[in-house]
Structures are given as structure tokens and as C-alpha cells.
């Protein structure tokens, strides 16, 4: 697509329950990341996915979230049994993988447990 | 480890004016790239401007230049002209040469005044 897209745009669980955001990257874009935002905040490293190679998961943090990348394209960031504390705003952003690459990112998808 | 440091939470500036943000960051690496992203309040992040470490030259795109300073590690982006539409929560970036996960600053707010 011409932009990282990301769904749904805000979202509101309750505490407990499980909830998959969506990041459809740029066409052609082989590295997606995922960051978090807090209110205010800067953004916090989640996971990165770059083409064929096992994911860096380092940022994730705790085992309640997971990210997947299906061929290469679309992904889904997965947070289990949500905590308050896991309000914040999601931020995807995809690149090429060349040097001096920019990332671009999508809208990003906020989140809100109740 | 690499950290991208911004001491600057929030500053104000008249229209017209020119404003400097400040950043610095921290690596053992000598190939790396440094960016300027402009957070306005639709969440969406915009790439302001790049600079590759291995450029003794400053980037520039149109009002927006940096000063970067490599031996002390500082990257600060001038802003000519505010414009109204300029004020955004503002982020400095840095990836490494061989393609990594993006480390930001915790960001400055940036209000110009009409």
C-alpha cells in the first residue's frame, strides 16, 4: 500500500481479556517494527521483524505479548490477559533493508483497558 | 548499548523565529544513521531529515538543517521560520550501519506561537 496501515485505530478492552492489533506495511518493505508509546512518552522498542531472520524480540515485555509476520507482509502484535498498564499507544513502522533506510510508520492503534 | 538522549521536554517559539533542539546519543560505533521524526497530534510520525555519521556534511531540508557534531556525539536540529503548523512532539533516532532496531529519544514538545 502507499502507507503503513494499522487496525483498528483505538482500541478498548477490558482487563483480562486478549486483543490482536494489525500493521500492514509498505509494499516491497522487508524490516516492520513494532514500538510502544505511553501518554507523553517516547517510544519503546517492541520487536523487530527483517526478512527471513528470526525476529528481535528483545523488547518485549513480558511473555503475554507476541508478534507474528505472516509471508513476509502483514503482522499482528498479540497481548494476553491485558493489564491496565498495557494502555498506550502501538506504533508500526516498516523500512527497507538498505542502508540509511528510514522507517515509516503507520498511525499507530491505541489502546485502552479498562 | 545505544541511547539517544533529548534534554529538552518542552520548548516554545514565535512564528517566524528560529528554534534549536537538542540531542545526543551514545554508541562505540562508528557507522551508524541519525534521524529527526516530527510527531504531530494525529499520532502520525514524519521523517524530518537524516544524517549519515560517515557525512562530514550537515543535511538540510529546506528550513529544517542539523548541526551534527560526530566526536561529541550531538545531533540538533534547526528549525528557520517556525510555522504554526511545525508545533509536534519531536523525536531524535539513531540506527546502526548494519541495520537495527531504531533507538529513540524520549522527545521534545515543540510549540510555536502565533
Known amino acids: 500500500g502507499a502507507g503503513v496501515s494499522q487496525s483498528p485505530s483505538n482500541k478498548v478492552t477490558e482487563k483480562g481479556k486478549d486483543v490482536e492489533l494489525r500493521c500492514d506495511p509498505i509494499?516491497?518493505?522487508?524490516?516492520l517494527y513494532w514500538y510502544r508509546q505511553s501518554l507523553g512518552q517516547g517510544l519503546e522498542f517492541l520487536i523487530y521483524?527483517?526478512?527471513?531472520?528470526?525476529?528481535?524480540k528483545s523488547g518485549l515485555p513480558s511473555d503475554r505479548f507476541s508478534a507474528e509476520r505472516t509471508g513476509g507482509s502483514v503482522s499482528t502484535l498479540t497481548i494476553q490477559r491485558t493489564q491496565q498498564e498495557d494502555s498506550a499507544v502501538y506504533l508500526c513502522?516498516?523500512?527497507?533493508?538498505?542502508?540509511?533506510?528510514?522507517?515509516?510508520f503507520g498511525q499507530g492503534t491505541r489502546l485502552t483497558v479498562v | 548499548a545505544q541511547t539517544v538522549t533529548q534534554s529538552q521536554p518542552e520548548m516554545s517559539v514565535q512564528e517566524a523565529e528560529t528554534v534549536t533542539l537538542s540531542c545526543t546519543y551514545d554508541?562505540?560505533?562508528?557507522?551508524?544513521?541519525l534521524f529527526w521524526y516530527k510527531q504531530p497530534p494525529s499520532r502520525q510520525m514524519i521523517l524530518v531529515i537524516r544524517?549519515?555519521?560517515?557525512?562530514?556534511q550537515n543535511a538540510t531540508e529546506n528550513r529544517f538543517s542539523v548541526n551534527f557534531q560526530k566526536a561529541a556525539k550531538s545531533f540538533s536540529l534547526k528549525i528557520s521560520d517556525s510555522q504554526l503548523g511545525d508545533t509536534a512532539m519531536y523525536f531524535c533516532a539513531f540506527s546502526l550501519y548494519n541495520f537495527n532496531k531504531f533507538y529513540f529519544g524520549s522527545g521534545t514538545k515543540l510549540n510555536v506561537k502565533p
Open positions: 544524517q549519515e555519521a560517515y557525512k562530514q
Open positions: 509494499s516491497g518493505h522487508t524490516a
Open positions: 521483524f527483517q526478512g527471513n531472520s528470526a525476529p528481535d
Open positions: 554508541t562505540s560505533e562508528n557507522n551508524y544513521y
Open positions: 513502522a516498516s523500512s527497507l533493508e538498505v542502508t540509511s533506510a528510514a522507517a515509516f
